[in-house]
């Protein structure tokens, strides 16, 4: 075989489920492949390597992984040089078991093992099949290269930037903390350099990531040592990132409510390019049900935060996570969990029915809903949630925003492409404009998922 041969043959695909941390780690996966001389396939059949970065959140993402595995099991025959590898949370939690489950998939890296992915790759393309899912308390992860230059990421102008990993809460219906690992912060100048290092490959809008992004730098504060560890209160990193030139919009997920300090209710009303939404992640309704799932917080808890946010950003938009059908979960909880979302008045919600993970505590609580109960409420709640996001969408109209162009919309009826606002809103805009431009618009349309709104004029030039 040829050089240029072998070349054509170094290509990648890889898959994503979950999370925006998945989207993300996917991201320094393919960033790491290109430093290693591999690039994208045009499609999943023509790679000579496949990667499937898995979520185990819900049981169901865990059983498409093993939908997609069999399916891949063809794929993997028809060339001796092709490499399958599995990554993600069910990988940390399977290890080597996925190995000996389906003999056609060569190597399975954990979640703090991303940078070993072109090594076991290699390896792999040797024969040496693999399984790394040791977890590391270093700050090592963290140390992955710089944005390759045939390497864009995915984001028209947007990239998300990881400031802190891992969780210490224990949510009792969670699997993260187990398969992400102990909470650990990134030292804030190594943040910073980051950012600017996006923001002159052409990048305006950055989202700060973490399970707990709020709680970042939290346990070297209160060990004394944020000096020597190089973090900041999560407010005061916004700060520093704001002044980061070329940067004009900044968000983070996922907050956790109890980490929702003063300071960072007052960097909404201070921060200029801190954009006016919170996704605020609420799951319950319900006092009793928050304590069954070790939220640490009450509902006027909660809604003491989102009074503090709409005194400091009246016109903020707050969006949440809900679950149904918990473990103990009755009617009248699930009415209070209604009501909740009335009085705050979420713009959006992501819900989902309880679903248990082995070796979570909320396994062990029994007293579940019947499915068809727990999937009645789910209807019922996302019935009130169109409702509300519809009556949130109608006040819209008429206002000017801006939005930043993601890519072409699939509406029918003409070209348009779709972007989202400051306040995370989709927003379809007939016509044609390059993805990363920054386009301010007019709102003259409201449906139940998404904005209609016209071009007034494009704000500024698009992205690298
Ligand atoms: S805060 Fe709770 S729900 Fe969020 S990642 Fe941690 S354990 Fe899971």
Not at 52 to 62: D, F, G, L, P, Y
Request: net charge neutral; aromatic share 6%.
């Amino acid at each position: 075989m040829n050089e240029a041969q072998e070349e054509t043959k170094r290509t990648y695909w890889v898959r994503t489920f979950g999370c925006q941390m998945n989207l993300h780690d996917s991201e320094k996966i393919e960033n790491l492949l290109h430093h290693n001389g591999f690039r994208p396939a045009a499609a999943q059949d023509e790679a000579e390597l496949v990667l499937i970065n898995t979520c185990s959140i819900r049981e169901k993402a865990e059983n498409r992984l093993y939908t997609d595995l069999g399916l891949l099991r063809d794929w993997k025959s028809a060339s001796p040089n092709r490499v399958l590898g599995v990554g993600g949370c069910v990988a940390q939690q399977e290890g080597d078991a996925l190995l000996r489950r389906f003999s056609h998939l060569d190597f399975v890296f954990g979640t703090h093992n991303l940078r070993l992915v072109p090594t076991m790759a290699d390896a792999a393309r040797r024969g040496q099949r693999s399984a790394r899912t040791e977890e590391h308390a270093s700050l090592d992860r963290f140390e992955l290269p710089a944005r390759h230059p045939d390497f864009a990421g995915r984001g028209n102008g947007h990239a998300f930037v990881t400031v802190m990993e891992g969780c210490d809460m224990f949510c009792t219906f969670c699997i993260v903390p187990r398969t992400r690992g102990r909470e650990i912060s990134r030292p804030a100048a190594s943040i910073v350099e980051e950012v600017a290092n996006l923001a002159r490959r052409g990048v305006r809008e950055i989202t700060l990531l973490g399970q707990t992004v709020n709680a970042y730098g939290r346990h070297d504060a209160r060990r004394s040592q944020s000096e020597a560890a190089g973090t900041v209160p999560f407010a005061a990193l916004v700060r520093q990132l704001s002044a980061v030139p070329g940067i004009e919009r900044i968000r983070y997920t996922s907050p956790h409510p109890i980490f929702f300090d003063a300071d960072l209710v007052a960097a909404h009303a201070e921060v200029e390019a801190l954009c006016p939404h919170v996704h605020l992640p609420v799951q319950s309704g319900s006092d009793a049900v928050l304590a069954q799932m070790r939220r640490r917080y009450t509902c006027e808890e909660y809604l003491r935060r989102v009074d503090a946010l709409r005194a400091a950003r009246p016109d903020i938009a707050i969006t949440t996570d809900l679950i149904v059908g918990f473990p103990g979960e009755t009617d009248t909880d699930f009415r209070a969990t209604l009501d909740l979302m009335q009085r705050v008045g979420f713009v959006d919600s992501f819900s989902f029915k309880y679903s248990p993970r082995p070796g979570t505590q909320a396994v062990e609580l029994g007293d579940v809903p019947p499915p068809d109960v727990a999937q009645a409420r789910l209807a019922e709640l996302q019935e009130l949630q169109r409702e509300l996001t519809l009556a949130h969408h109608r006040a819209r109209v008429g206002q000017e925003t801006v939005v930043r162009v993601e890519g072409e919309s699939h509406r029918r009826g003409g070209k348009s492409v779709y972007g989202r606002d400051p306040y995370h809103r989709v927003v379809n805009i007939p016509g044609e404009l390059a993805p990363g431009l920054f386009a301010e618009v007019r709102i003259v349309e409201a449906t139940p998922h998404s904005l209609i709104g016209e071009a007034i004029s494009p704000k500024t030039a698009a992205a690298a």
